[in-house]
């Protein structure tokens, strides 16, 4: 405990000494939580949200690397609550499961010389309910008896143990699939191809139908320097697997493009960086400090380094800036002092004052932000115009 805050509790404990004696340890407890609350960084900064967009509750990940199952699976709910098909809660690990199949042939038909992880891409999710379909959760947690909280350590271990193995044999037999699934199946549970929703009977390609989502709705952005912009390049991180398209627009106009869609009613996906000191998940913050070891770091509005299309794309050829996480961006707030910030729905469980979100501000999402996905009407028009791929 820091003098600061000890002083405070003394305070307390004289004043429910004096006053309240009588006061169970129990209220007790609760005045000194209000108290520690009104500190908290929210009271220092007075963020107050401008625009929210809906989306469903927060979700935890635990110990997996499908971030990006996570984020796009709300951002899809976040569409079909949009396009008034009401609150779906998806699963995101039968798409999981379907990505690891996909990766697993990739891996094993380029003998080795490709990227098998946990990691995705937004754009993979999209296009694997498309091709395998999708349930909801309580058709496919990803989670077999027993067990509360995901866990894929060991999974991803005997997955990537397997196909090196599979490599190293220099040939294939026609049940390796087969046995690749049979993982699958003991460490996330089999999958029901049969089931049923408010009395009507689904496969998972039907029931991804039903709800009603066109893929080609979707498009991926981004901004660096390194390829023409108003073009179409595949982005040169590893978790792009599936070599992926992204259009390349300037910088202001990538800030520019999420600022109108949460204005239209639009959620984003976001994939970027959260390795910097100015990321806490735990105090709800990601800021981009010109100081990230200033004392007043999450306690008071610190000065922002002024992020342009140079920097930012020196810290990614650097690799300062990597392919970290995925989120989902759902509002805009400002602060205080009127600077704007982004709320970000992130997939961790319910931490912090704000239960599992985040806001990051304007300059972090400038520095920090390897690229988006949303609808294309969430693009301005004028912008639209740009890019001859969307005409």
Known sequence: ?????????????????????KLSVMKYMLLSVLFFLSLSVYAQYGITDEINVGCTSIKNQANTGTCWSFATCSFLESELMRIGKGNY??????????????????????????????????????????????????????????????????LSAVLKGYVDALIGRKKLSDKWDEG?????????GEVQENFSVDGVQYHPKAFAMSLGLNPTDYVNITSFTHHPFYTSFILEIPD??????????????????????????????????????????KNGLAILPIDPKSEKLFKSIVKEQNVTAENRQENFESYVTTDDHLMHIVGIARDKEGNKYYK????????????????????????????????????????????????
Not at 127 to 138: A, F, L, S, Y
Not at 180 to 188: N, P
């Open 1 to 21: 405990m820091n003098t600061q805050t000890g002083t405070y509790k003394s305070i307390l404990d004289d004043n429910v000494s004096s006053c309240t004696k």
């Open 89 to 154: 809660d998806l699963s995101e690990m039968y798409v999981v499961r379907n990505i690891y199949k996909d990766k697993a042939r990739n891996y094993v038909l380029r003998q080795g010389k490709a990227n098998f992880s946990q990691g995705s891409l937004s754009h993979d999710f999209i296009n694997t309910v498309m091709r395998h379909g999708i349930v909801p959760e309580d058709i496919y947690s990803g989670k077999i008896p027993g067990v509360e909280a995901h866990d894929h350590s060991e």
């Open 180 to 188: 690749f699934e049979a993982i699958l199946d003991v460490y996330l």
């Open 240 to 281: 792009n697997f599936s070599n992926g398209s992204f259009i390349n627009v300037p910088l202001n106009e990538l800030e520019t493009i999420v600022d109108n869609a949460l204005k239209s009613g639009y959620s984003v996906a976001w994939d970027g960086d959260v390795s910097e000191k100015g990321f806490s998940a």
């Open 344 to 391: 970000v729905k992130n997939s961790w469980g319910e931490i912090s004052d704000l239960n599992g979100f985040l806001y990051m501000s304007a300059a972090y999402f400038r520095m920090k932000t390897i690229s988006i996905t949303l609808h294309k009407d969430g693009i301005p028009e004028h912008i639209v115009k740009q890019m001859s791929m969307l005409n």
